[in-house]
């Protein structure tokens, strides 16, 4: 079994920046990819980046790309979601998750584990 710990969401105003953490302990990432998600209410669960852990190769979702970065520290088990420029619409609960998947899957049902969600708002 994965778990996966997420921590660094909080209250930041537009323009700000924040940096989310997700630990991972269970077993070896080399071979997994990890994703980050987000929801707003009464909306549809978001992707918004993937890394493949072993490689270090990613995806980001258009509507963040520039300004958001994903990225691992294999030694530390940990992944990392670097969000700048946060605007209002990227309130949301954020998640991380994993899959076996060797795809940087954009499609939330493809991953296995899920943490348990940090709530990142931004202030106008």
């Known amino acids: 079994q994965v778990q996966l710990v997420e921590s660094g969401g909080g209250l930041v105003e537009a323009g700000g920046s924040l940096r989310l953490s997700c630990a991972a302990s269970?077993?070896?990432?080399?071979?997994?990819?990890m994703g980050w998600f987000r929801q707003a209410p009464g909306k549809e669960r978001e992707f918004v980046a993937a890394?493949?852990?072993?490689?270090?190769?990613?995806r980001h979702a258009d509507s963040v790309k520039g300004r958001f970065t994903i990225s691992r520290d294999n030694a530390k088990n940990t992944g990392y979601l670097q969000m700048n420029s946060l605007k209002p619409e990227d309130t949301a609960v954020y998640y991380c998750?994993?899959?076996?998947?060797?795809?940087?899957?954009?499609?939330?049902?493809?991953?296995?584990?899920w943490g348990q969600g940090t709530q990142v708002t931004v202030s106008s």
């Open positions: 890394i493949r852990w072993g490689t270090g190769s990613t």
């Open positions: 269970g077993r070896t990432f080399s071979n997994y990819v």
């Open positions: 998750a994993v899959t076996a998947s060797w795809v940087l899957t954009g499609t939330a049902s493809d991953y296995n584990y």
